[in-house]
Nanobody, 127 residues
Framework: QVQLVESGGGLVQPGGSLRLSCAAS????????IGWFRQAPGQAREGVSC????????YYSESVKGRFTISRDDAKNTVYLQMDSLKPEDTAIYYC????????????????????RGQGTQVTVSS
């Protein structure tokens, strides 16, 4: 069965950290670009970060740049999202998906969901 499963969400105080994991089963991530997305109640879905499959190029939204770090371990078939300096506005359901990547010149500028998507994990930032 092909699936993506997120884990690592939870409740954290402002300024704290969490590391989300996106584990694939039933297929290999090695040839896929992977993105992290989030959606808060009443708000539009936001593409947070993505990483491509070839050279490890990364994209971050302006809202998380400098605080979040995406990485991948193809041997473990897993992509991670390290989230530091968390803010209450980071509260959302976070999910990972296989994506199509778009470039502006040589810079990875955008990722769009394509094919597989996980169920999501809740991240709540609150004191």
């Amino acid at each position: 069965q092909v699936q993506l499963v997120e884990s690592g969400g939870g409740l954290v105080q402002p300024g704290g950290s969490l590391r989300l994991s996106c584990a694939a089963s039933g297929f290999s991530l090695i040839n896929y670009a992977i993105g992290w997305f989030r959606q808060a109640p009443g708000q539009a879905r936001e593409g947070v970060s993505c990483i491509n499959s070839s050279n490890g190029a990364r994209y971050y939204s302006e809202s998380v740049k400098g605080r979040f770090t995406i990485s991948r371990d193809d041997a473990k078939n897993t992509v991670y999202l390290q989230m530091d300096s968390l803010k209450p506005e980071d509260t959302a359901i976070y999910y990972c998906a296989t994506v199509v990547t778009y470039y502006s010149g040589t810079a990875l500028s955008r990722c769009q969901e394509h094919e597989y998507r996980g169920q999501g994990t809740q991240v709540t930032v609150s004191s």
